[in-house]
């Protein structure tokens, strides 16, 4: 425990983070993506049904509680009771804080974090698929654009957004210093040089 305290306390005081901002249309990803098959379950979590799914899912995180309370959307599939994949959609008008950088989200925005498949089915087609179900409720709610952040050295998910009609924006390079994040954003041209 103290190891674990020690560490935190170190990524607290000195973090480098890198990420790539990637944009895609909501018509676009589906487009691009095609629908999960069985024997994947996909679950929706909103304001209006958190309360329901709550009890019946108690390792749902933490994290997810809370923004979807917020206002925000979970979205995860499902077999047999357990996850395989679990995102969540910050929806916009927002100001949504990627690693220290301000990204403005209009009304009609979303910034997908926390995209996470479970280790025994990476690398086989889940978070692209994923982006299907994912896209159909953006647009429920009205969104139609929607960013991501991947890391440069996660080839996987780079060929998952770009699999899925997503477009390189720029590069997100953040140091936080003490609890203080410290950002720069470089531009990529559309040729994928940066500017």
């Not at 304001?47 to 979970?74: E, Q, Y």
């Not at 301000?102 to 990476?122: K, M």
Request: charge should be positive; charged fraction near 20%; aromatic fraction near 8%.
């Amino acid at each position: 425990m103290i190891r674990s305290l020690l560490r935190q306390a170190r990524r607290w005081m000195r973090h480098h983070e890198e990420n790539y901002l990637y944009a895609s249309s909501v018509e676009a990803l589906l487009r691009h993506t095609t629908h999960l098959g069985d024997p994947l379950q996909v679950l929706v979590v909103d304001a209006h049904n958190i309360g329901f799914v709550l009890p019946r899912r108690p390792a749902f995180p933490p994290l997810f509680r809370t923004r979807v309370l917020r206002g925000d959307v979970a979205i995860m599939a499902l077999l047999e009771e357990e996850w395989i994949f679990r995102s969540l959609a910050v929806l916009g008008p927002n100001s949504c804080p990627v690693t220290g950088y301000p990204l403005q989200l209009s009304a009609t925005d979303a910034f997908l974090e926390c995209a996470e498949t479970h280790p025994a089915w990476r690398g086989k087609g889940v978070a692209p698929s994923m982006l299907f179900p994912t896209a159909l409720e953006l647009l429920a709610h009205g969104i139609t654009r929607v960013f991501f952040t991947v890391d440069p050295t996660n080839a996987p998910s780079i060929r998952a957004m770009e699999k899925g009609g997503a477009e390189r924006q720029g590069l997100i390079v953040a140091d936080r210093w003490l609890g203080r994040w410290h950002t720069k954003y470089t531009v990529v041209a559309p040729s994928g040089v940066e500017a």
